[in-house]
């Protein structure tokens, strides 16, 4: 039976639009990460999954370990699930989760909070400044892992920590590590330009990208290796956290870094199809219906306008996946109610036929949907909430 047809017959009594989460894909795609990683724990990214029971099921399979949430009131909600060791990706300026962070001793020994200045410090002491009983917060330095080139006229990656040398980060360290109520516990660096820019791409720029991520790699492997050594002299790291889905096979060989940070490999979304090193499974989809045929070889399906984040352009519409051979109006792209589809596929669908899609990226198609149907050969399991399901969005 085919793709098409089985996620039809599963799916048979839901009516679209809905979210599905194909179980047999999410499973060989975590096993296929956990293997690239060679042997270094995963840190599951939650942002790419936002959906609890997703979590649970991943984090009991070899591999994983610990999740890294994007923001505190989301770690803290964690925790009170009783997830453990949880690293907030970003800096917080949310003055009540911190004093709520500062207050209860479970959460403050699970939590270690991000930060990439001194500023992030007087912050966290004047946002608990009232809490009766203050715990200990466990704390993550954030490490640029941009490459710089030309003297600083070419740069690569994200705009993150303004920590980017041995000495900046030892005197962070320092200044963390002296300062009462806190506990430098890890540190971090991801290099977007790495994990998150598939290489797979055709002519120069393809070319170009590989050049780059190679000459990237090696600078990161050397200076990383040097920010590591220069604050472990200060504080006894228990963990050092780098690279992503797009990287795991060489970010695990650098000695410096003892975890890595995925999440997006296990949907598979439609950015993921660009890299070289790795293929997965397509295992979150989302259906919507045929709604009207206003012409030969063209079908309009309900709603469908689920952009994803970033800069904008076709790379961050939804790919209509199934059938195979639909593609958008240039004029209309993907629309906020209805969204017109052309090609051959298009001749054969009828009032009521599903299209299947791919989100561009990760977790955000769960911001559409309050539920992901889990799907095991051609029937549905079960179905769980996703973040937004729980009412919590945390953004």
């Given at each position: ?209 590989r050049l780059m991520q190679a000459w990237s790699q090696h600078e990161l492997t050397v200076r990383r290796g040097r920010v590591v050594r220069a604050v472990r002299q200060i504080a006894d790291l228990e963990f050092v956290n780098g690279g992503g889905t797009g990287s795991l096979e060489k970010t695990t060989r650098e000695k410096a870094v003892t975890e890595i940070a ?134």
């Open positions: 039976m085919d793709e098409r047809r089985r996620y039809d017959r599963a799916t048979a009594d839901l009516e679209p639009p809905f979210a599905i989460l194909d179980m047999d894909a999410l499973r060989a795609n975590a096993a296929a990460m956990a293997r690239r990683a060679g042997g270094k724990p995963i840190r599951l990214a939650s942002k790419s999954i936002r959906c609890r029971a997703v979590l649970r099921h991943v984090l009991d399979m070899d591999g994983y370990a610990g999740v890294m949430a994007f923001t505190l009131p989301e770690a803290l909600w964690l925790a009170a699930e009783g997830f453990t060791d949880i690293l907030v990706a970003y800096p917080t300026a949310d003055r009540k989760a911190l004093a709520e962070l500062a207050g209860d001793a479970r959460a403050a020994a699970e939590i270690t909070v991000m930060i990439d200045r001194v500023e992030h410090l007087d912050f966290i002491d004047a946002a608990v400044d009232s809490v009766r009983t203050r715990h200990e917060i466990r704390i993550c330095l954030d490490i640029d892992a941009g490459f710089h080139a030309l003297g600083g006229r070419f740069r690569a990656g994200v705009l993150r920590s303004p920590v980017r040398e041995p000495g900046q980060a030892a005197d962070l360290a320092a200044a963390t590590a002296k300062r009462p109520g806190f506990r430098l516990a890890g540190l971090m660096a991801y290099e977007a330009q790495i994990a998150g820019v598939g290489d797979r791409v055709p002519g120069p720029y393809g070319r170009m990208v995925a999440g997006s490999g296990l949907y598979h979304p439609r950015l993921f199809d660009f890299y070289r090193g790795f293929t997965g499974r397509p295992a979150a989809l989302f259906a919507l219906p045929v709604v009207r045929r206003p012409a030969p070889g063209v079908v309009t399906v309900l709603g469908g306008g689920y952009h994803a984040s970033g800069s904008p352009g076709a790379s961050r519409l939804p790919q209509p996946y199934l059938p195979a051979g639909l593609r958008y109006d240039a004029r209309e792209g993907a629309g906020e109610v209805q969204t017109p589809l052309l090609g051959r596929a298009a001749r054969d669908l009828r009032i009521g036929d599903r299209v299947w899609f791919r989100h561009a990226k990760a977790g955000e198609l769960c911001e559409r949907f309050d539920a992901l149907h889990l799907v095991e050969g051609d029937r549905v399991v079960e179905t769980v909430p996703t973040y937004r399901g729980e009412g919590r969005t945390f953004l």
